[in-house]
C-alpha cells in the first residue's frame, strides 16, 4: 500500500519569521495524521525550518537545486549544502522553473541523479499545457517527461522518486483537473514507469496531484486509485488551509 505524501511549496512567498509562525501553528494541527508531510521553503528558510520541526512528522524540502556539486555557479545551491542542513527533499523541475528559468528535461535529469547521489529525496515535476492538452498531445507530453527525467536510474532511485503531475493550466488558476483526469493522467505515467522499470517499481512510486489543491477537492483527489497525495501550492501559505488537506 502506497503511502500518501502532501508537499507543501510555498514558492517566494514568507520571511523566516513569517516560516517561524507558520509551524507554531501548523505542527499542533497535524500530528496526529498518517500522512508524509513536506514543506517546501525558501532557501533562507530551510535551515530555520530544520531546527523547529526536529521530533516532528513534518519533513523539509528545497524547490530547487543545481546538479553540481560546487563551483562558479552564481546564486546556485548544491545538493551537498542542502543536505548539510538537514533537508530532505527537493523539488525539481517545476513548470515556473521551466517556463522562467529554462529549466530543460535534460537539466531535471541531470539534478535528479546529483539528488540521489545526495542522499536527497526528489519531487519531478510533469505536466502538460493548455494547448498541449487541447491538442491531445498530454499523455505524451507528461510520458515524455517522465521518462527523460528518470533516465539512467536505478530500481531503488526510481522507487525513492516522488513524481508530482501538475497540469500547467491548473497551477495557481483556481482549475482543477477532475478527479478522474487526474487519475487517468497519473496512470498513464506508472504505465510508463512499468514498462521502462517494471510493474513492482512502477506500483511503487508515489505519483502526486498538482494544480489549485484545496481542503474542498483534496479528498475526491487523494481517494483514488492513482493519486498518493499532493503538492500544494498556495492553499500550503495558510496553517488551517494546509492542515485540512493533509487530514483530508
Known amino acids: 500500500m502506497r503511502r500518501k505524501v502532501i508537499a507543501g511549496n510555498w514558492k517566494m512567498n514568507k520571511t523566516v519569521d513569517e516560516a517561524k509562525e507558520f509551524l507554531k501553528e501548523f505542527i499542533p494541527l497535524v500530528e496526529n495524521t498518517e500522512n508524509e508531510v513536506i514543506i517546501c521553503a525558501p532557501f533562507i528558510a530551510l535551515k530555520c525550518l530544520v531546527k523547529h520541526t526536529k521530533g516532528t512528522n513534518v519533513k523539509i524540502g528545497a524547490q530547487n537545486m543545481h546538479w553540481e556539486e560546487a563551483g562558479a555557479y552564481t546564486g546556485e545551491i548544491s545538493a551537498s549544502m542542502l543536505k548539510s542542513i538537514g533537508v530532505e527533499y527537493v523539488i525539481i523541475g517545476h513548470s515556473e522553473r521551466r517556463q522562467y528559468f529554462a529549466e530543460t528535461d535534460e537539466t531535471v535529469n541531470k539534478k535528479v541523479k546529483t539528488a540521489h547521489a545526495n542522499g536527497l529525496k526528489p519531487i519531478v515535476c510533469v505536466g502538460e499545457t493548455l494547448e498541449q492538452r487541447e491538442q491531445g498531445l498530454a499523455d505524451e507530453i507528461i510520458t515524455k517527461q517522465t521518462k527523460l527525467a528518470l533516465d539512467g536510474l536505478t530500481n531503488e532511485q526510481v522507487e525513492n522518486t516522488i513524481i508530482a503531475y501538475e497540469p500547467i493550466w491548473a497551477i495557481g488558476t483556481g482549475k482543477t483537473a477532475t478527479k478522474e483526469d487526474a487519475n487517468n493522467s497519473i496512470k498513464k505515467i506508472r504505465e510508463e514507469i512499468c514498462k521502462i522499470y517494471g510493474q513492482n517499481v512502477a506500483s511503487g512510486v508515489i505519483i502526486q496531484y498538482g494544480g489549485s489543491v484545496k481542503s474542498s477537492n483534496a479528498k ?18 495558510k496553517p488551517d488551509e494546509f492542515a485540512k488537506i493533509v487530514n483530508y
Open 220 to 237: 475526491e483527489l487523494f481517494t483514488t486509485s492513482d493519486i498518493d497525495g499532493g503538492l500544494v501550492g498556495g492553499a500550503s501559505l
